[in-house]
């Protein structure tokens, strides 16, 4: 099961920040923080990561909590492009066990950027 | 540099028959996942595959099968289909298993069993 929350669906206006919540309470100290998303019928795509500080790429920033049990992810300026499902996963830093490192996906948010 | 391939990109099987489902990876990546996605629902991870071995399965029947070639493209076989086993497969590669790579997905391969 996945360990994190997100609500189903949300709306943004387009050229407005998308503020995307993802609740995961029982994360692990050795455990990162991953945001994909999925545009229709496409394969997902990685957008970035973090442990426990803020990150920033060309796509996005990453706000994680202090005491790491909450994250968000920023789309600064959205468009309507970036409609999509975005999906919150926690994942080890190192699968030390040599065991599979398959990605836990749950049922994501459904952003809709609206013209 | 080309992404994750997959083929056939579309198919139609009947219950009871077999499917064999085909990805090549980014070239340099020695790690190729699988997963099955049903409609309205995230992918669910199926097999990994990293240097030609299997390195885990998810909560899939034996039905599901998969190997991984020298070249480190990997097929997925289903035997016995099901109504239920209609879905999108993906296929994603990382460049190794174990470390927080971000995984490549390809656009996958959409099945309908009728």
């Known amino acids: 099961d996945a360990k994190t929350t997100q609500p189903p669906s949300m709306d943004c206006a387009e050229g407005r920040a998308a503020n995307l919540p993802c609740n995961h309470s029982t994360i692990s100290g050795n455990e990162y923080v991953y945001w994909y998303r999925q545009i229709h019928s496409q394969g997902p795509q990685y957008i970035i990561h973090g442990l426990k500080n803020n990150e920033t790429n060309e796509m996005a920033s990453l706000i994680i909590t202090e005491d790491r049990k909450s994250s968000t992810l920023i789309l600064p300026h959205a468009t309507l492009r970036d409609t999509a499902v975005y999906y919150c996963?926690?994942?080890?830093?190192?699968?030390?066990?040599?065991?599979?490192?398959?990605?836990?996906f749950g049922k994501g948010t459904h952003l809709i950027i609206q013209p | 540099d080309a992404g994750v391939t997959q083929s056939p990109t579309h198919l139609i099987k009947t219950r009871g028959q077999q499917v064999t489902l085909r990805c090549s990876p980014i070239?340099?990546?020695?790690?190729v996942s699988w997963y099955q996605q049903v409609l309205g629902q995230g992918p669910q991870f199926i097999f990994q595959y990293y240097e030609k071995e299997e390195r885990g399965r998810g909560n899939f029947p034996d039905r599901f099968s998969a190997r991984q070639f020298p070249n480190y493209s990997s097929e997925l076989n289903v035997n016995a289909l099901l109504l239920g086993d209609s879905a999108l497969y993906l296929c994603a590669s990382s460049y190794r298993q174990g470390t927080n790579t971000e995984a490549f997905f390809g656009q996958g391969t959409r099945l309908t069993v009728v």
């Open positions: 070239s340099g990546h020695k790690s």
């Open positions: 996963i926690v994942r080890p830093l190192y699968n030390s066990g040599g065991g599979a490192d398959g990605l836990t």
